[in-house]
């Protein structure tokens, strides 16, 4: 089993920035692809960054050149870092993992809200 445990998000005026952290503990090994996820009230889950065990990194429209996600090894850890947020970007962040056996995992989700 894989464990995600989400942090860093909370409430910040529109152009500012945060960055979420996801720990993953457990079976780590079998972590392949890692990803980001929001949900907005009223709105189905979407993704927001996605990158791979090689690091290869891909983002949704609304976030290109304002989201960077990473991720690092050594610590067990993903990152989203977010600029330049805006008000639509109020929602709660996932993180997600994919094990090399494609069972998915889930943290429990974490506040972002962009005051205007």
């Known amino acids: 089993q894989v464990q995600l445990a989400e942090s860093g998000g909370g409430l910040v005026q529109a152009g500012g920035s945060l960055r979420l952290a996801c720990i993953a503990s457990?079976?780590?090994?079998?972590?392949?692809?890692m990803g980001w996820y929001r949900q907005a009230p009223g709105k189905q889950r979407e993704l927001v960054a996605g990158?791979?065990?090689?690091?290869?990194?891909n983002y949704a429209d609304s976030v290109k050149g304002r989201f960077t996600i990473s991720r690092d090894g050594a610590k067990n850890t993903m990152y989203l870092q977010m600029n330049s947020l805006k008000p639509e970007d109020t929602a709660v962040y996932y993180c997600?993992?994919?094990?090399?056996?494609?069972?998915?995992?889930w943290g429990q989700g974490i506040q972002v809200t962009v005051a205007s």
């Open positions: 990158i791979s065990r090689g690091g290869n990194s």
């Open positions: 997600n993992a994919e094990g090399l056996d494609l069972s998915e995992y």
């Open positions: 457990g079976i780590i090994f079998r972590i392949n692809t």
